[in-house]
């Protein structure tokens, strides 16, 4: 069964930091393209960032210049460094990835189950 684990969310004040995990479950699944979306209460789900398979990026507008999304394919995760956080950065921060079997050469999309990150002012 496909599973994302995801880990590093928390409370921080206004201005601090926080670094999010995302790594697929069993080592017979690799992570291709993934990302990062957050859902802020009353909101729509929204893409904060992505990295393809060979490490290309792209960043919503809101946090460029702030957060960095990165992979270590060695461990099958990808990671999400946020700095400067804002009060508005609060939200459920979701892992999504295209995962492949390297065994039964499928593939699949996937979500996490979501991280909670709090930022206070």
């Known amino acids: 069964q496909v599973q994302l684990v995801e880990s590093g969310g928390g409370l921080v004040q206004a201005g601090g930091s926080l670094k999010l995990s995302c790594r697929a479950s069993?080592?017979?699944?690799?992570?291709?393209?993934g990302g990062w979306y957050r859902q802020a209460p009353g909101k729509q789900r929204e893409l904060v960032a992505r990295?393809?398979?060979?490490?290309?990026?792209n960043y919503a507008d809101s946090v460029k210049g702030r957060f960095t999304i990165s992979r270590d394919n060695a461990k099958n995760t990808v990671f999400l460094q946020m700095s400067s956080l804002k009060p508005e950065d609060t939200a459920v921060y979701y892992c999504?990835?295209?995962?492949?079997?390297?065994?039964?050469?499928?593939?699949?999309?996937?979500w996490g189950q979501g991280t909670q990150v709090t930022v206070s002012s």
């Open positions: 069993r080592s017979i699944f690799s992570i291709d393209a």
């Open positions: 990295i393809s398979d060979s490490g290309s990026t």
């Open positions: 999504n990835a295209d995962i492949i079997n390297i065994r039964e050469s499928w593939s699949t999309n996937h």
